[in-house]
C-alpha cells in the first residue's frame, strides 16, 4: 500500500482539505445568516441542514474530483506510475490505491454534515429525532456510493486524457445525474420519443442522494424496504464505473 | 491488456449494468424518477426566500428598462432615460456621490444614449425577460407577497405579460399559493400572501360570474377570512414571543400595509357578493 500513503501523504500535506473541512463544518452556520432564517426562527435548522449538505457535495464535486483527476494525471506523467509498475504494484493496483487514498479524504465530509444535522439541527420532538439519525445515515451512505466510483472514473480519465477531461467528466455526470436529468425530462417531453425515453431512463438518477429538499421538509427516512433497490441502483452504477476505470486506466503516459 | 487481466472489468460490467438496469427499471414504475429538478434544494428554501426579494431588485431595474424604452421622446434629466409621457415612472436614481469617480462611472454605464425609441418587438422581449424573471422569484417563495401579486399581474393583465393564460390556470396558480403559503405556521406573512391570492380568485369569479355559483364565491371568502384570521393569530404570536423585533422596522410597517389594504379588499369584496346575491348578474363586477 505505499502508493496509498504516498497519495494521502501528498494529499495531507498540500493542507487543501483543511478548506473543506472550513466550508462543510463552519461555512454553513455563517449561512445561516444570510437566509431567512434569521427573520423566522423555525427556518433556522432546515438552513442549516440545508446548507451542509450542500457543501458536501459541491465540496466533493470540485474538490474531490479534481484531487483525482490531478492525482492520475501526475501518476502517468511524473513516472510514478511507471516506476510502480516496475515494482510489481500493477495498473489496477495503482487505481485502486490512489482511489482509496483521496477517498478517505472524501468520507468524512458527508459524516460531518450528518453530525451537523443530527447534533444542531435535530427537531425537538422526539419521534422525529430518531427519523432524522436514519435519514441523515441513509444519505451519508448513499453520498459515499455515489461519490466512489466519480472518484475513480476522474482519476482514470485523467490518466488517459489529462486532468481537466477527468474533472469535466466526473463532475458533468454529477450535475446532470443531480440536475440535469430533471430538465431532460422537461425539455424533451420524454413520452412522445423512445430514444429520449430510454436515454432519460439509463441516465445515472443521482438526485435520489441528494437530501436536502428530504431534509427541510422533515420527509422522515427513505423506507428500509426500499433502501436495498436504492443501493443495488447506485451499486450498478458503481460497478459499471469501476469496470469502465479500470479499462481506461493507465499508469505511464505511453501505452 | 491481457484476456485474463479484461475479465474481471467485463464481469464487473456486466453485473453493474444488470443490477443498474433493473434497479432503473423497478425504480422507473414506480415512478419514482419524476422529480422537479431544484438546483441545491434552492427553490422553497431559507436561502430562496433571500435571493427571490434579491431578485426584485433586479425586477425593478429590467422594468425600469421596459419603461425607457417607450416611444414617446422625453429625456429624463435624472437618469437620461426615455420615459415618454409618463415623468412619474422616473425616480432619480440613487447614486450615493454622483461627483465621484464611481459616480460619474455608473451614470455613464447605465444612462441611455440611444435616441431612437425601442421598437414593438423589442419591448416585448423585455417584457418577457421581466416576466421569466418574475416566475423564478415565484418559484424561488411562492409566499413572497410581492413576488406572487407581480407574477399574478403578468398572467393576467395583457398589456404587460407576453404568455396570456387562461383564467383557469391563474386561478390554479392562486389556489397553489394559497396551500403553499398556509403550510407556514411560524410567520405571518405568507398568510398575508394566501389571503392575497384568495382576492384574487374572488376578483377573477367577479369578472366571470356567469361561470361561478354565489356559494363559490362565499366559500372563497370564508377562506380569505381564514387567511386573514391566521395572520392575525400568527402575528401577536409573534408579538408575544419577541419574534416580531427580528424583522426590520421597515417589513413591519410593509405587512401592516399589506394587511389593511387586503382586509379593505375583503370588505368591498363581500359587499360585491351581497349585492351579487341580492339582485343578481345585474351589478357589474366594477363595484369590487
Redesign the interface.
Known amino acids: 500500500m505505499r502508493l496509498f500513503r504516498l497519495t494521502a501523504a501528498t494529499l495531507f500535506r498540500r493542507k487543501t482539505w483543511v478548506v473543506c473541512a472550513f466550508v462543510v463544518g463552519v461555512l454553513p452556520f455563517i ?2 445568516q ?11 435548522k ?2 442549516l441542514a ?2 451542509t449538505w ?1 457543501m458536501a ?2 465540496c466533493s464535486i470540485f474538490w474531490g474530483f479534481f484531487t483525482a483527476a490531478k492525482q492520475g494525471e501526475s501518476n502517468a506523467k511524473s513516472g510514478l506510475g511507471e516506476y510502480f509498475l516496475t515494482t510489481g504494484v500493477s495498473a ?1 493496483r495503482q487505481l485502486f490505491e490512489m482511489w482509496a487514498a483521496i477517498f478517505s479524504f472524501l468520507v468524512p465530509l458527508p459524516l460531518i454534515s450528518a453530525a451537523i444535522c443530527v447534533l444542531a439541527a435535530s427537531p425537538s420532538q422526539a419521534a422525529e429525532r430518531t427519523m432524522w439519525l436514519a435519514t441523515n445515515f441513509q444519505y451519508a451512505v448513499l453520498f459515499l456510493v455515489v461519490m466512489a466510483p466519480l472518484v475513480a472514473l476522474a482519476c482514470a480519465v485523467a490518466s488517459r486524457l489529462g486532468s481537466i477531461t477527468g474533472f469535466l467528466t466526473s463532475s458533468g455526470l454529477a450535475i446532470y445525474g ?6 431532460l ?2 425539455l424533451g417531453k420524454t413520452g412522445d420519443s423512445a430514444l429520449a425515453k430510454w436515454l ?3 441516465s445515472p ?1 443521482y ?2 442522494a ?1 437530501p ?2 428530504r431534509l ?1 421538509y422533515k420527509l422522515g427516512a427513505i423506507a428500509w424496504d426500499k433502501f436495498p ?2 443501493l ?13 476505470s ?2 481506461l486506466f493507465r499508469a505511464r503516459a505511453t501505452a | 491488456m491481457n484476456p485474463r487481466a479484461l475479465m474481471i472489468p467485463s464481469v464487473l460490467a456486466v453485473t453493474g449494468v444488470a443490477l443498474w438496469s433493473y434497479g432503473a427499471r423497478k425504480l422507473a414504475a414506480d415512478g419514482d424518477f419524476d422529480f422537479r429538478p431544484n438546483p441545491l434544494g434552492l427553490k422553497q428554501s431559507p436561502y430562496g426566500q433571500v435571493i427571490a426579494l434579491a431578485v426584485q431588485g433586479g425586477i425593478d431595474s429590467d422594468w425600469h428598462g421596459v419603461e425607457s424604452a417607450a416611444g414617446k421622446e422625453h429625456y429624463c434629466a435624472d437618469c437620461g432615460h426615455n420615459h415618454g409621457d409618463g415623468d412619474d415612472a422616473c425616480k432619480p436614481k440613487e447614486i450615493s456621490d454622483p461627483d465621484s469617480l464611481l459616480g460619474r462611472l455608473e451614470t455613464a454605464v447605465t444612462e441611455r444614449t440611444n435616441p431612437q425609441p425601442a421598437t414593438a418587438g423589442h419591448k416585448f422581449y423585455l417584457r418577457r425577460q421581466v416576466e421569466d424573471r418574475l416566475k423564478l422569484a415565484y418559484d424561488l417563495d411562492p409566499s413572497n407577497y410581492a413576488n406572487y401579486n407581480a407574477y399574478h399581474l403578468f398572467l393576467t393583465e395583457p398589456s404587460v405579460g407576453t404568455r396570456p393564460v387562461i383564467t383557469d390556470k391563474v386561478i390554479g396558480l392562486a389556489h397553489t399559493t394559497v396551500t403553499y403559503c398556509l403550510k407556514e405556521d411560524n410567520d405571518p406573512r405568507p398568510a398575508l400572501t394566501a389571503a392575497s391570492a384568495t382576492a384574487n380568485i374572488l376578483e377573477l369569479m367577479f369578472i366571470h360570474k356567469e361561470g361561478f355559483t354565489i356559494e363559490q364565491m362565499k366559500g372563497q371568502l370564508e377562506m380569505l377570512d381564514y387567511t386573514l384570521s391566521k395572520h392575525r393569530v400568527l402575528t401577536s404570536r409573534w408579538k408575544e414571543s419577541g419574534d416580531l423585533e427580528r424583522i426590520s422596522e421597515a417589513r413591519r410597517i410593509e405587512m401592516e400595509d399589506r394587511s389593511s389594504f387586503v382586509t379593505k379588499v375583503r370588505d368591498a369584496a363581500a359587499k360585491t357578493i351581497e349585492r351579487l346575491s341580492g339582485t343578481s348578474t345585474q351589478i357589474s363586477s366594477k363595484t369590487f
Open positions: 449561512f445561516t444570510i437566509s431567512s432564517g434569521t427573520e423566522n426562527a423555525a427556518l433556522w432546515p438552513a440545508q446548507a450542500a457535495l459541491l489496477g443531480l440536475y440535469g436529468v430533471g430538465y425530462k422537461l432519460w431512463t439509463s438518477h438526485h435520489f441528494d436536502t429538499e427541510r433497490l436504492l443495488a441502483y447506485f451499486g450498478g452504477i458503481l460497478l459499471v464505473y469501476a469496470a469502465l479500470r479499462l
